[in-house]
Nanobody, 118 residues
Framework: QVQLVESGGGLVQPGGSLRLSCVASTSIYRIYTMGWYRQAPGKQRELVATITRDGNTNYADSVKGRFTISKDNSKVTVYLQMNSLKPEDTAVYYC????????????WGQGTQVTVSS
C-alpha cells in the first residue's frame, strides 16, 4: 500500500498561481509514473499531467504552457506548478502514483481543492 499526501490547494484569482505537492510513502525505485488528475463538479476525472521515472512528461492540451509537472526523487515528491490559472481550472486535484507490482491504475491521494475565482 502506498500513501499519497497532497498539499498546496486553495483559492486564487484568475491569472494567479499555485503549486501543488504530493509526497509518496514508498521508495522512489518502485515508482514508474506519478501524475495529477482533476475532477470538477459534475464531470469525470481527467488527466492533467504525468511524469515518468525517466522524467518524461505528458500534459493535457488544456494546461500546456501554463502548468509544469516536476519531481524530487530524494523527497519522493511530485509537484504541479500552475500559472495563469483560469476559472475552468477549478476542481479537486488528485495525485496518482503507479508502482512496480501495484494496482493497474495506481494509488490515489485524498485530493486537494483548487478554486479559481475573483
Amino acid at each position: 500500500q502506498v500513501q499519497l499526501v497532497e498539499s498546496g490547494g486553495g483559492l486564487v484569482q484568475p491569472g494567479g498561481s499555485l503549486r501543488l505537492s504530493c509526497v509518496a510513502s514508498t521508495s522512489i525505485y518502485r515508482i514508474y509514473t506519478m501524475g495529477w488528475y482533476r475532477q470538477a463538479p459534475g464531470k469525470q476525472r481527467e488527466l492533467v499531467a504525468t511524469i515518468t521515472r525517466d522524467g518524461n512528461t505528458n500534459y493535457a492540451d488544456s494546461v500546456k504552457g501554463r502548468f509544469t509537472i516536476s519531481k524530487d526523487n530524494s523527497k519522493v515528491t511530485v509537484y504541479l506548478q500552475m500559472n495563469s490559472l483560469k476559472p475552468e481550472d477549478t476542481a479537486v486535484y488528485y495525485c496518482n502514483c503507479r508502482v512496480v507490482g501495484g494496482p493497474e491504475y495506481g494509488y490515489w491521494g485524498q485530493g486537494t481543492q483548487v478554486t479559481v475565482s475573483s
